[in-house]
């Protein structure tokens, strides 16, 4: 079965300073889909960054980006230059195929100004 | 074009009674799926439709548990004899029905069941 592990729970930063939060996942499969997903305080999930596993260019969305590193299977999110706005809930999530997502327990981070 | 669009927001009831949500996906969007999240917890997989067909289901989704998406539109989850543990966020998501494609989240329906 398909798992995501996010080790840490919490996460603080300095605002405008850079924060990298980490993924592991487990899968047998060789196509596949990585996603972060975040989740303010008002609860609705919004895409951050997605990864296919098939390419070994690293994604990146303005200040997001990853380091997809496939043999470990391991997926992080490194934000830059944090904004207050950056403060939420990130869930790191798995898809193959069709299916459902699998996420992982998420990480709060916080933004210190 | 709106989002995917959940209702209602927020539902009380007592434990025993029945409760429906309802969810409108983003216009066209294929495909379907129901998470349920509880407090401080990444979302569990419930169920997802191909247009109409319901294609899987997970086995948190117990016998007091079904969904709809009758002429592949909005879907609706019903709990039927709910117990305290039902407790939760519902949340639905749409998708283009594409394999590649992202899957896009409503608000969520936020049940008490006291």
């Known amino acids: 079965a398909q798992t995501v592990t996010q080790s840490q729970p919490e996460m603080s930063v300095q605002e405008a300073e850079t924060v990298t939060l980490s993924c592991t996942y487990d899968?047998?499969?060789?196509?596949?889909?990585l996603f972060w997903y975040k989740q303010p305080p008002s609860r609705q999930m919004i895409l951050v960054i997605r990864q296919e596993a098939y390419k070994q260019q690293n994604a990146t969305e303005n200040r997001f980006s990853v380091n997809f590193q496939k043999a470990a299977k391991s997926f992080s999110l490194k934000i830059s230059d944090s904004q207050l706005g950056d403060a939420a809930m990130y869930f790191c999530?798995?898809?193959?195929?069709?299916?459902?997502?699998?996420f992982g327990q998420g990480t709060r981070l916080t933004i210190n100004p | 074009d709106t989002g995917v669009s959940q209702d209602p927001r927020h539902k009380i009831t007592k434990r025993g009674q029945n409760v429906t949500f309802r969810c409108d996906p983003i216009?066209?969007?294929?495909?379907l799926y129901w998470y349920r999240q509880t407090l401080g917890q990444g979302p569990e997989f419930l169920t997802y439709?191909?247009?109409?067909?319901?294609?899987?289901k997970s086995r948190l989704l117990s016998d007091r548990f079904s969904a709809e998406r009758p002429k592949g539109s909005f879907s609706t989850l019903e709990i039927q004899r709910t117990e305290q543990g039902d407790s939760a966020m519902y949340l639905c998501a749409s998708s283009p029905g594409r394999n590649q494609e992202t899957q896009y989240f409503g608000p969520g329906t936020r049940l008490l069941v006291l």
């Open positions: 999530a798995y898809r193959a195929g069709a299916q459902k997502l699998v």
């Open positions: 216009s066209e969007h294929n495909r």
């Open positions: 439709f191909q247009n109409e067909a319901q294609l899987e």
């Open positions: 899968t047998s499969e060789s196509d596949y889909y």
